[in-house]
């Protein structure tokens, strides 16, 4: 692409500014050349850490480690100082290149303490204080600034050390629910692998161009995002990243108007819920349901597009909230439901793929086909990957039914988890089957559902195997519950559940059930009905309930809705007002359940539930 735009950024009001693709190839190389005038070597035996959000620098350390055949491994935001310690010392990571002032702060903190001897050498893109590089000579770190080692590379510029397909890219670790983070390792051969079957699928219906424009705002420490950007770099496309600051991503879409957006389900949840919760008048509901049965029977027949009658009078304002300009949305990381899914596809008007992978796949191993807008499947396998059912006698799955534990093999799968042998051989089996832990069901057409979860499985007390992931990815399409933790064991025959209810919609979707109050109050154990005036309880035609045995009722219709099974449903739950998040412990930096934490954070409210009887 030459001298066309390559990587976007902008500062709070201003237009997106670009830097060209040669700029980024020379950058790259400049600062690969400055890495190795400080002692780093031109091998995949090279781990070069960093440390910082999305944007451009990031993606130009990371090529600069390409371009010599040094590995990358990412760090993460909010890992905390127990994994980050694990995993500086298990790469034996000396040389850290980090955004802010803060990041190196927590990473000094490390070495004063003496539990990261290797750590020598931090390089920072902001400006830093005088004290910090003080700080880091007392424990013998060498602080610079990017322009100081782009300048060493300046002044010892070094021809490329380009990486063999076997080499190893990436270091990606992936924080399990316990234990120490594993660190999936990643070759450029399986990038390339993965990227090209996914360009390969699109042939004929979706060909990346050079104006398309992607923005980048989900974490370049997961693999997710990476291979998004390589697709866009394959085609001289442009990446475009966020200010870094989540609340503002809206305005930053408005400004950008890509034409590609990779999200994930929880974001197109949020948008169908608040296109669903502007909509009040049950006229204006009846108009919304027809115009998108109507765009859904021309999706049946292959026809997508954003300019018909029902756009113009409905959807286009809808479409212009993400900039007007999408041709295609990728969703993965987690189911999304069928009901959301063929509604955006109606209402949004450009194409959207549903893909299924995880890091130790290098992302993808399987995606939606162009041409097919049926929802609640992930799609075939692609290229890369040869996907196989086995047997798990104990949830009663079997290979001959169309059903099993999903396993991939392929140019795409990993090479195992850094210096971890018990870990990877759990992973991978003799024959270089990757083992992923999702139960899976082929469908007639040869897609692939995902239906279950064999990890974190357990019995009820009469002996019902029970999947608490699955059933809390039901329950997430309840309105008021933005998360849920769903428990059970072997003394007890019914589950319960753990509920953080959305502070967005929360209030007013009790209100509307006669029930007052505000998100805290709510959220009480129990809650006391509180009624605006007497007219409105005279009016009241149900019964007076609390708010709990409201929220429980309507996760338990969603469920009937999902087919879960009586013994699937919780009985009994609690309101917590804090959201479940990685400060707090509660979460994983990949935002999956520390499920033994919670089950210990709770404890007291667990117990109370089953010393009653349940709702």
């Not at 350390?61 to 935001?77: I, K, N, W």
């Not at 001897?117 to 007392?138: D, Q, T, Y």
């Not at 759990?426 to 999702?438: I, K, N, P, R, V």
Request: charge should be neutral; include cysteine.
């Amino acid at each position: 692409a030459g001298t066309g735009p390559c990587l976007g950024y902008r500062r709070a009001g201003e237009p997106y500014q670009w830097i060209s693709y040669t700029e980024v190839s020379e950058q790259a190389q400049v600062l690969g050349s400055g890495l190795l005038a400080k002692g780093c070597e031109p091998s995949p035996h090279q781990f070069i850490g960093i440390y910082a959000q999305n944007r451009p620098e990031w993606v130009i350390a990371e090529l600069a480690c390409y371009t010599f055949s040094m590995a990358v491994v990412p760090l993460y935001d909010t890992l905390g100082l127990e994994a980050m310690v694990h995993i500086l010392n298990l790469a034996e990571i000396s040389l850290v290149i980090c955004d802010r002032e803060e990041k190196a702060q927590s990473l000094l903190d490390n070495k004063e303490k003496g539990v990261t001897p290797k750590l020598s050498c931090l390089v920072l893109f902001n400006p830093f204080s005088v004290l910090l590089a003080e700080r880091g000579k007392k424990c013998s770190v060498e602080i610079l600034q990017l322009a100081e080692i782009m300048d060493l590379g300046r002044q010892n510029l070094r021809n490329p050390v380009p990486p063999r397909p076997e080499d190893l890219a990436v270091v990606c670790f992936t924080s399990g629910t316990t234990g120490k983070p594993k660190g999936a390792m990643i070759t450029h051969g399986n990038i390339a692998s993965n990227t090209s079957s996914v360009i390969k699928i699109l042939e004929g219906s979706f060909v990346i161009r050079q104006e398309d424009v992607s923005i980048s705002y989900l974490p370049l420490a997961h693999m997710f995002e990476r291979m998004i950007q390589v697709s866009m770099f394959c085609h001289g496309a442009r990446v475009g990243f966020y200010q870094g600051d989540i609340s503002l991503l809206m305005d930053d879409i408005k400004t950008l108007r890509p034409t590609f957006f990779p999200v994930v389900p929880r974001l197109l949840n949020r948008i169908y819920d608040k296109i669903m919760g502007s909509v009040t008048s049950p006229l204006r509901r009846a108009v919304l349901h027809y115009a998108v049965r109507r765009k859904q029977a021309e999706l049946s027949s292959g026809v997508v597009r954003n300019n018909s009658l029902w756009d113009r009078l409905l959807f286009n304002k809808i479409q212009a909230s993400l900039g007007g300009n999408l041709r295609f949305i990728l969703t993965a990381s987690a189911p999304i439901s069928p009901t959301v899914l063929s509604f955006l596809r109606a209402t949004l008007g450009c194409l959207i793929f549903e893909g299924y992978g995880q890091t130790e796949c290098t992302a993808g191993c399987t995606f939606s086909m162009p041409g097919d807008w049926t929802a609640g499947h992930v799609g075939a396998p692609l290229p890369c990957a040869v996907v196989k059912l086995a047997d798990i006698p104990d949830m009663n799955y079997y290979a001959k039914n169309g059903q099993g534990e999903i396993c991939i093999s392929g140019h795409s799968v990993f090479r195992g988890y850094l210096r971890d042998e018990a870990r990877t051989a759990e992973a991978l089996d003799s024959e270089g089957w990757l083992h992923t832990g999702d139960v899976g069901q082929w469908l007639p057409n040869g897609t692939l559902r995902i239906i279950d979860r064999k990890k974190h499985i357990f019995k009820l007390s009469q002996g019902e195997y029970i999947a608490p992931e699955k059933i809390e990815n039901v329950y997430m399409r309840s309105v008021p519950v933005l998360q849920v933790f769903v428990h059970g064991d072997s003394l007890q025959s019914y589950l319960i559940g753990i509920v953080v209810p959305d502070p967005e919609v929360f209030a007013e979707w009790a209100r509307e059930r006669g029930i007052v109050g505000s998100y805290e109050e709510l959220c009480q154990n129990p809650v006391q009905e509180l009624r605006e005036n007497a007219f409105t309880f005279c009016q009241s035609v149900f019964p007076l309930q609390d708010v709990k045995k409201a929220v429980l009722e309507d996760m338990t219709a969603v469920g009937k809705e999902a087919g879960l099974k009586s013994f699937e449903q919780v009985k009994d739950l609690h309101l917590h007002p804090e959201m479940f998040s990685v400060s707090n412990g509660l979460l994983t930096p990949t935002l999956k359940s520390r499920r033994a934490d919670i089950r210990r954070f709770f404890h007291q409210q667990i117990s109370h539930m089953y010393s009653k009887t349940p709702i």
